[in-house]
């Protein structure tokens, strides 16, 4: 493996049907958007690469022996800097694998022929249908490991993922769940914002809304408790009082308080407790055990 700034010679030239270069202004068409299509390879190279002279050719012969089945695009870093750095390439001979439109699998430096070939295979089966990807493969594994409560395996095929594909939004919204729940909130935040704002998915929003309610919890709920204590019917206490239990992570405990209040009186402050209860759903995760046993318990009173 090169480290990108040593000085070598460049790779062979390949033929122009299955192979091609690329540029920073060509770069959405002959990768990206033909992706969608047909598997597309990118190697990331430079003149003065010495392992891209041997990874080159070994790629661009898999890729013809493959027959179609998957494309190869050369990438010059030095004339063509824009989407290395965007995703994170560091060292080179670097290669991506890009399916549907984004990057599935990559690999750093020259590897055997017979691996080359097994990649080249491997990533054109892809294109037809033949199984998950790795990284939906990744995916898949974090979101095992989190039910097993291995949050560090979690963790790992998160990171694994974004370094494959730096604006996954189900990996960045997964590496921020196990931060909110590890009760770090800070670093939560600094992973969501590796998303697009109006980036839509349903675990960024429900870390968002996490963050929100946390963002705006009392610290502290003796002052709430004491006035429900002489009247129980002090509304605004006890939705302050849930806000509390919600920021703090206890969400049944504030789901039980909204539901008291909608009990009590269904349209107090144009429906606040319902809204509120809705947020906490969405922050707990809409298949979560809070969402779904809130939801009974807010249907059982509305239509008893």
Not at 94 to 118: E, I, T
Not at 202 to 220: F, Q
Not at 231 to 251: Q, T, V, W, Y
């Amino acid at each position: 493996m090169t480290l990108i700034g040593e000085t070598q010679g460049g790779p062979a030239a390949a033929p122009a049907d299955l192979i091609k270069d690329a540029t920073d202004q060509t770069f959405m068409a002959d990768v990206v958007e033909a992706s969608k299509t047909t598997p597309v390879i990118v190697d990331f190279w430079a003149t003065w690469c010495g392992p891209c002279r041997q990874l080159g050719p070994a790629l661009e012969k898999a890729v013809t022996a493959a027959k179609g089945a998957v494309k190869l695009v050369k990438v010059d870093i030095d004339a063509n800097p824009a989407y290395a750095g965007q995703l994170r390439v560091q060292s080179i001979p670097a290669v991506f694998a890009f399916v549907d439109g984004r990057p599935v699998d990559a690999f750093m430096g020259a590897l055997p022929d017979s691996q080359v070939k097994a990649f080249v295979d491997k990533i054109g089966k892809m294109g037809k249908g033949g199984g998950p990807s790795p990284l939906d493969e990744l995916l898949e594994l974090a979101k095992e490991s989190v039910e097993l409560g291995d949050l560090g395996g979690a963790a790992q095929a998160y990171a694994q993922v974004m370094q494959m594909d730096p604006g996954n939004l189900k990996a960045i919204g997964g590496m921020a769940r196990l931060y909110l729940d590890g009760g770090d909130l800070e670093r939560a935040r600094e992973v969501l914002e590796m998303a697009p704002p109006d980036a839509k998915d349903p675990e960024l929003d429900s870390v968002r809304a996490a963050l929100a309610l946390a963002a705006e919890a009392p610290s502290e709920t003796a002052e709430f408790e004491a006035r429900l204590a002489a009247n129980a019917d002090d509304h605004e206490a006890r939705l302050e009082l849930a806000k509390a239990f919600a920021g703090s992570g206890r969400m049944m405990e504030a789901v039980d308080e909204l539901i008291e209040i909608i009990r009590r009186d269904r349209a107090w402050n144009d429906e606040a407790a319902r809204k509120q209860l809705l947020t906490i759903f969405e922050a707990a995760g809409p298949m979560s055990d809070v969402a779904k046993q809130g939801r009974r318990k807010l249907s059982s009173l509305l239509f008893a």
